[in-house]
């Protein structure tokens, strides 16, 4: 029978074990390099279904920067990732934004929600304040 | 205008150091921003993994920047935007310069220096070459990606494999831009394992340890890099060149304390650290002036960078009361064997030692880290240059020392 083998690092604490794994049929023969059982964990769930954090920015009209920070509220499949950032290509903001604002609720269907990472507050023309500084700048 | 404290820099060194110093009982306490907000460098470090020891989660840097800063709007502590320090006297006069109030001088009775660090440019690295558009630092991609909204290229070649190189990696993959590799010149990685992983790894972007860029060509824009493999002496080996298509090039080589305000006061600096010589309370070689964080050295973790932070506040603060005794003779703390940096540099009998420690190279087998002639020691299961290493040592261990104490790192 095909024995398949996979390499990961786990990345749990910072010693990041080198975990060298054999699959057949898909179920773990062997597991090796792991130093304690959070490293078997990691790479059980990494071979089920590898989970990150997902954290960009999206544009905001109305304040002093251009982009708002934004992250999911918890981890989400991998796979998804780009998927996620292009759902959220199309949205633009309005200032002012509380931090942990809502800003899509289950997103691409993972049951996480992208939350605004600061608070954003509203500027008045914030293009005019600009130009302002460069005139007295040259003044 | 006096105050107690006075703290330079709103990082969060600087945040911490604020928040710590009114709660160490300092009755005026200010701090000094350069620019319009709060959070130093945090407010463009958008990624997680901010705060995992410190507050046992995983924030990202604004949301850490903002936990901070609510600490901070709950004290008394005056603070100051658009303001910048442009000089420092030993005797701790400050002067300052703002839109809104012009020159103001401040007299304060201690001042804590938080002014953090600087990227190292590509003038400093020497990359030969033409001077096109198309080359920045990590943190300036970082800043343009993340607060104003501009990609800085489409195809992209990182060098150096520090933390934010890594973290950027990923960030402008994540854009839309194609990286196609990042070039490390020494044998090992800058940056922490987790971000080797989640940044490089999950998206298959190469990394080449022992490459360096070797030249830099395009006339307006940069179209491409000379990329070579270095022997063990770090010398590009002859023939192994290939060039490597780009319209951008991100420079991750390494941070600098930015000590200029330091040394106007008369702070004497070392190069180990490129910082100011303090001991374990924070306290640098000229009365009154502490300093933390990354201008003190470039600490790997937040939560370094916000307890360094914590135990300048607090001595600072107990310096402005009055309560600071000049005690014994500061002792030497000297790297000994295969230790590449260590901080802080002396031990003055005040206080616990929280010593950080970085090894010269990595060892991954289990090592002892000793303290000699105390025969303190702390068993690790591996030293790696990437991941500094801190740890405890009662007052009570170190209070007959009398001369220099070498710290090494030995194989078990």
């Given at each position: 029978?095909?024995?398949?083998?996979?390499?990961?690092?786990?990345?749990?604490?910072?010693?990041?074990?080198?975990?060298?794994?054999?699959?057949?049929?898909?179920?773990?023969?062997?597991?090796?390099?792991?130093k304690?059982?959070?490293?078997?964990?990691?790479?059980?769930?990494?071979?089920?279904?590898?989970?990150?954090?997902?954290?960009?920015?999206?544009?905001?009209?109305?304040?002093?920067?251009?982009?708002?920070?934004?992250?999911?509220?918890?981890?989400?499949?991998?796979?998804?990732?780009?998927?996620?950032?292009e759902?959220?290509?199309?949205?633009?903001l309005?200032?002012?934004?509380?931090?942990?604002?809502?800003?899509?609720?289950?997103?691409?269907?993972?049951?996480?929600?992208?939350?605004?990472?600061?608070?954003?507050?509203?500027?008045?023309?914030?293009?005019?304040?600009?130009?302002?500084?460069?005139?007295?700048?040259?003044? | 205008?006096?105050a107690?404290?006075?703290?330079?820099?709103?990082?969060?060194?600087?945040?911490?150091?604020?928040?710590?110093?009114?709660?160490?009982?300092?009755?005026?306490?200010?701090?000094?921003?350069?620019?319009?907000?709060?959070?130093?460098?945090?407010?463009q470090?958008?990624?997680?993994?901010?705060?995992?020891?410190?507050?046992?989660?995983?924030y990202?840097?604004?949301?850490?920047?903002?936990?901070?800063?609510?600490?901070?709007?709950?004290t008394?502590?005056?603070?100051?935007?658009?303001?910048m320090?442009?000089?420092?006297?030993?005797?701790?006069?400050?002067?300052?310069?703002?839109?809104?109030?012009?020159?103001?001088?401040?007299?304060?009775?201690?001042?804590?220096?938080?002014?953090?660090?600087?990227?190292?440019?590509?003038?400093?690295?020497?990359?030969?070459?033409?001077?096109?558009?198309?080359?920045?630092?990590?943190?300036?991609?970082?800043r343009?990606v993340?607060?104003?909204?501009?990609?800085?290229?489409?195809?992209?070649?990182?060098?150096?494999?520090?933390?934010?190189?890594?973290?950027?990696?990923?960030?402008?993959?994540?854009?839309?831009?194609?990286?196609?590799?990042?070039?490390?010149?020494?044998?090992?990685?800058?940056?922490?394992?987790?971000?080797?992983?989640?940044?490089?790894?999950?998206?298959?972007?190469?990394?080449?340890?022992?490459?360096?860029?070797?030249?830099?060509?395009?006339?307006?824009?940069?179209?491409?890099?000379?990329?070579?493999?270095?022997?063990?002496?770090?010398?590009?080996?002859?023939?192994?060149?290939?060039?490597?298509?780009?319209?951008?090039?991100?420079?991750?080589?390494?941070?600098?304390?930015?000590?200029?305000?330091?040394?106007?006061?008369?702070?004497?600096?070392?190069?180990i650290?490129?910082?100011?010589?303090?001991?374990?309370?924070?306290?640098?070689?000229?009365?009154?002036?502490?300093?933390?964080?990354?201008?003190?050295?470039?600490?790997?973790?937040?939560?370094?960078?916000?307890?360094?932070?914590?135990?300048a506040?607090?001595?600072?603060?107990?310096?402005?009361?009055?309560?600071?005794k000049?005690?014994?003779?500061?002792?030497?703390?000297?790297?000994?064997?295969?230790?590449?940096?260590?901080f802080?540099?002396?031990?003055?009998?005040?206080?616990?030692?929280?010593?950080?420690?970085?090894?010269?190279k990595?060892?991954?087998?289990?090592?002892?880290?000793?303290?000699?002639?105390?025969g303190?020691?702390?068993?690790?299961?591996?030293?790696?240059?990437?991941?500094?290493?801190?740890?405890?040592?009662?007052?009570?261990?170190?209070?007959?020392?009398?001369?220099?104490?070498?710290?090494?790192?030995?194989?078990?």
């Amino acid at each position: 029978m095909d024995v398949e083998k996979k390499h990961f690092t786990c990345v749990i604490c910072p010693i990041g074990c080198e975990i060298d794994v054999e699959l057949q049929n898909g179920n773990v023969v062997s597991m090796e390099g792991n130093k304690c059982e959070k490293g078997k964990e990691f790479v059980l769930q990494e071979l089920e279904e590898a989970m990150r954090i997902l954290t960009t920015t999206v544009p905001i009209k109305g304040a002093k920067w251009a982009m708002l920070p934004v992250r999911t509220d918890k981890p989400i499949p991998k796979r998804l990732l780009s998927k996620v950032i292009e759902q959220l290509a199309d949205i633009e903001l309005q200032a002012p934004v509380k931090m942990y604002h809502v800003i899509v609720k289950d997103v691409a269907g993972t049951d996480a929600n992208v939350v605004a990472t600061r608070n954003m507050k509203k500027v008045n023309h914030p293009k005019d304040a600009k130009k302002d500084l460069i005139s007295r700048k040259e003044g | 205008m006096e105050a107690d404290v006075t703290v330079i820099g709103s990082g969060p060194a600087g945040l911490t150091a604020a928040v710590h110093a009114h709660e160490s009982g300092a009755k005026s306490v200010l701090l000094l921003e350069r620019e319009e907000e709060l959070g130093g460098i945090l407010k463009q470090c958008i990624h997680n993994g901010f705060g995992l020891e410190q507050f046992k989660k995983d924030y990202t840097g604004p949301e850490y920047a903002e936990r901070l800063i609510e600490e901070l709007e709950k004290t008394n502590v005056q603070y100051f935007l658009n303001t910048m320090v442009v000089s420092l006297s030993p005797d701790k006069t400050i002067t300052a310069v703002s839109p809104e109030k012009g020159i103001s001088h401040i007299k304060s009775r201690s001042v804590v220096l938080a002014m953090g660090c600087r990227e190292r440019p590509r003038s400093s690295i020497n990359i030969p070459g033409t001077r096109p558009a198309g080359i920045y630092t990590a943190g300036v991609a970082q800043r343009f990606v993340n607060i104003d909204g501009y990609l800085p290229g489409k195809q992209v070649v990182i060098l150096g494999s520090g933390d934010i190189g890594l973290i950027m990696a990923r960030r402008l993959t994540l854009e839309g831009a194609r990286v196609k590799g990042v070039y490390e010149i020494m044998d090992y990685p800058g940056g922490l394992k987790r971000n080797i992983v989640q940044c490089l790894n999950d998206f298959d972007i190469p990394l080449y340890l022992s490459h360096t860029v070797t030249e830099i060509q395009g006339k307006e824009r940069i179209e491409g890099v000379v990329v070579s493999k270095v022997d063990q002496k770090m010398n590009p080996i002859g023939g192994s060149e290939q060039f490597v298509p780009c319209d951008t090039l991100l420079l991750s080589v390494g941070l600098i304390p930015e000590n200029e305000l330091s040394k106007e006061a008369g702070v004497e600096l070392t190069p180990i650290t490129k910082g100011p010589v303090t001991t374990e309370t924070m306290e640098t070689r000229v009365p009154g002036i502490f300093s933390c964080g990354n201008v003190s050295t470039v600490f790997d973790l937040v939560d370094y960078v916000a307890e360094t932070g914590m135990i300048a506040a607090g001595n600072a603060a107990r310096f402005a009361a009055g309560d600071w005794k000049k005690g014994k003779n500061p002792v030497e703390i000297i790297p000994g064997e295969n230790v590449r940096m260590l901080f802080p540099q002396q031990y003055s009998f005040k206080d616990d030692l929280i010593l950080f420690v970085r090894s010269a190279k990595p060892i991954d087998k289990p090592v002892n880290i000793e303290l000699s002639p105390l025969g303190v020691r702390l068993k690790r299961l591996y030293a790696r240059p990437n991941e500094m290493i801190r740890f405890k040592v009662s007052r009570d261990k170190l209070k007959d020392v009398t001369g220099p104490v070498e710290v090494s790192i030995t194989e078990r």
